[in-house]
């Protein structure tokens, strides 16, 4: 999977757009190329960087707990 920043966007910000929640963060940077966890306070993005975001498979031990328009389509 793939994102395209939009100006400003941090590598947290991307996680929360891409996977809504920032834990994944460090699963981003890694995918990128950057091992440094301090660079994430620092980084700001310009328009049109891309970056490759792991995909995800849901936990379906929490699926059943999500609200139903949480839930992804069968």
Request: aromatic content about 10%; charged content about 25%.
């Amino acid at each position: 999977m793939a994102y395209v920043t939009i100006q400003g966007d941090t590598w947290d910000q991307i996680a929360l757009k891409v996977y809504d929640s920032d834990v994944s963060t460090r699963d981003i940077m890694a995918e990128n190329g950057v091992r440094d966890p301090q660079l994430l306070a620092v980084w700001r993005f310009p328009y049109g960087e891309l970056f490759v975001t792991p995909e995800r498979t849901p936990d379906t031990s929490t699926i059943a707990q999500l609200p139903p328009w949480r839930r992804p389509d069968d």
